[in-house]
């Protein structure tokens, strides 16, 4: 992609700000921030003209590699099939990526982000060693690929660098499968300090810490590793099974969450990835911590982890967003229909997370803005300061003639999907035409490549 040097002003019929919808919204963009917002103002002629523009979603839980499993795990074995299952096979299928392999498939999936209206991406990241598990000459190779694959696919980058140390609770010794992902205090250091090399050349890049999961570290390696966060996002996963729970539960007495509350002054940097088992405790006292639930639907249902407790979570002031973890499907509309239907179903209840007298759509689409940026570490919507990202939408494909504002927004999460996004700027750059990304031949040919290497060999 481009320097990020233009200076550009977009003219939008109708934007979701902040505080809700305008017409007729000048947005004047220098570099990769948005420098000036005016309201009510007719169009200039050099104004690029936009017909419905949103705030670009953050993704704020990511793989980049599993995408290249997608449609691999789907049979299920003759005692079952489970997220653990799936876990082994996904052990078995990193064994075989490479540097390039790991470049080429995150770029792939960066690139359906873009053209899904994700501006930034969350990359939590644990492949850092070699197939044997020994260490790369650059410790931070596969974090320095991960930067030039976002880089490439023009999307903003939260790099999570993972620290994973042990193979259950209490410091139980990792399995060889996890080889490839193994740290200690002192190598997880001059990773990160490698990841803040590799993304330094990329306009608006975070670097964060990534605890794995109460399984992968000690109570020890929590404290030693949080003072490394400063200001910066903190995410873990957390109570994503119920044997996670249970296995805690035998370890320490008490549930996943509530080990973490008692133990960390969770705050707002923390983003919980999944929180799926709570019980009403901690379902009101995360809320209260200002920490994000990462909700991943469309995950989530492909492992059958269960249903996070949406409702009541936002009842108690709790903030979430939404992330395409394993990346099997990547599609942000998807990601916020399901997280409705799925609260639709336990409750037998229509408009279930609707608030404030707002539609479904606007709702969801609200929160997820919002508790996406807090939890990547950066300024969202579309406000003066933040980064210069747009969503326009194919109002052709709204299925509709007059769709105006929250109807919009529901029309493209429930009856229209991703279909009905057009253009996306991410960062002052166009990176998406249309519906398709702009380097999408090239990408998607490496992709294909690497793709074809790791399932013969």
């Known amino acids: 992609m481009t320097e990020h040097d233009s200076t550009m002003t977009w003219h939008v019929r109708q934007a979701l700000l902040p505080d809700g919808w305008v017409e007729n919204v000048r947005i004047s963009v220098s570099g990769t921030k948005i420098t000036k917002i005016e309201t009510g103002r007719p169009a200039d002629p050099d104004d690029i ?61 960066f690139m359906e982000m873009a053209e899904a209206g994700f501006g930034r991406v969350g990359e939590f990241h644990y492949l850092h060693h070699d197939i044997d598990g020994g260490h790369y000459a650059d410790p931070a190779e596969m974090v320095g690929r991960v930067a030039a694959a976002a880089n490439e696919a023009g999307i903003g980058l939260t790099l999570l660098p993972v620290f994973y140390a042990h193979g259950g609770f209490g410091g ?11 740290c200690n205090t002192d190598s997880y250091a001059r990773l990160l300090d490698g990841s803040r090399r590799a993304v330094s050349a990329l306009p608006d890049a975070v670097v964060g810490i990534a605890p794995h999961s109460l399984r992968a570290v000690t109570r020890d ?18 109570a994503e099974q119920v044997r996670e729970v249970e296995d805690c539960l035998a370890w320490s007495g008490v549930r996943p969450v509530r080990w973490l509350l008692d133990h960390t002054a969770v705050d707002a940097r923390w983003c919980l990835v999944h929180a799926t088992h709570m ?26 982890d269960g249903l996070f407790p949406a409702r009541v979570f936002a009842d108690a ?23 409705e239907y799925g609260q639709r179903l336990v409750a037998k209840a229509r408009n279930v997370m609707a608030t404030g007298g707002l539609s479904t759509g606007r709702t969801l689409f609200g929160e997820c803005v919002t508790g996406g ?23 052709a494909r709204l299925m509709m003639s007059a769709s105006w504002g929250d109807t919009a927004l529901d029309t493209l999460i429930f009856s229209a999907g991703q279909a009905a996004i057009g253009d996306v700027w991410i960062a002052g750059r166009q990176v998406v035409v249309r519906g398709r990304h702009r380097n999408r031949n090239a990408i998607e040919s490496r992709y294909r490549r690497a793709l074809s290497r790791l399932l013969n060999s």
């Open 221 to 238: 390696e929590l404290d030693e590793l949080l003072p490394l966060a400063g200001a910066n996002p903190i995410h873990i996963h957390i």
């Open 49 to 109: 003209r936009i017909g419905i523009g949103l705030p670009a979603v953050g993704n704020l839980h990511s793989h980049a590699f599993q995408r290249a499993m997608a449609g691999l795990t789907e049979i299920a074995g003759p005692d079952g099939d489970s997220f653990w299952t799936w876990r082994q096979r996904m052990y078995r299928f990193v064994d075989a990526i490479g540097p390039d392999d790991m470049e080429a498939i995150a770029a792939f999936a």
């Open 172 to 182: 139980q010794p990792p399995a060889e499968g996890q080889r490839r992902f193994i």
């Open 373 to 395: 940026a807090r939890a990547l570490g950066v300024q969202g919507g579309i406000s003066v300061g933040a980064s210069a990202d747009i969503v326009v939408l194919d109002e």
């Open 279 to 304: 019980d009403s405790g901690e379902v009101v006292d995360l809320a209260r911590s200002g920490a994000v639930a990462g909700l991943c639907p469309v995950t989530e249902a492909n492992l059958g």
């Open 317 to 339: 002031g709790g903030a979430y967003g939404i992330g395409s973890d394993s990346n099997v499907r990547i599609d942000m509309t998807e990601e916020l229909r399901l997280l």
